[in-house]
């Protein structure tokens, strides 16, 4: 892929304003290279003592693919964490609603205790993991109200902070799928990085050669 460039670097006179030509021609077929080169600090790029431009762009590269591999892993224990509470809050909220229904009726006022019975420990673990999981430190005040831990409900506010309950966990899930998306377009990135960095060392070799 860089058979012309690495040819072009054997004569390549090294002056700043050569190597800046050499650079931008080898960089002419590296989509993600040129991406990680304009990232880069034009201080960095030509100073006095630099490497050879081929050399120069593995090295980009090379910092490129660590710097993405640590935001795809960042991206997945983040997608995996905040998918691991949303089915926890799920799990819990089934519970509870399978605890209190029971002491309502439809279509009737009476009402119990929302935080009693086994209800009051899945409320607890339902506040914590969103507090701690998902950075909303209003807990379970999200799905029930701020009064959660003293108030009491009726069937209709039962079924009504059921269907919170999924909206909010919708909500969640669908900046989950973009996330999702983001990972996936890192992971392409880091791959397309990956095949360009082999092209590169591919031409250094070349260029040691005579080629």
Known sequence: MLDIQARSMT??????????KVLELALSQLPIATKAVKAASSNYLFSAGNRDPLSLIDTILSKYISEQTKSAEAKADNISLKSEAIAEINRLWGLIMSDRLPS?????????????????GFLSQIDDIIKTKLGNPQGVGEIAGTDWSTKNVTYDQLQSMNATMTAYCDTIQVDLDTEQQKFKNTMTEITSAQEEIRDVRRAIISVSQGG
Do not use: F, M
């Open 11 to 20: 004569s390549a006179i090294p002056t700043p304003e050569s190597e800046a």
């Open 104 to 120: 309502t009726k439809p279509g009737d006022d009476r009402s119990t205790k929302l935080n009693a019975g086994s209800a009051a």
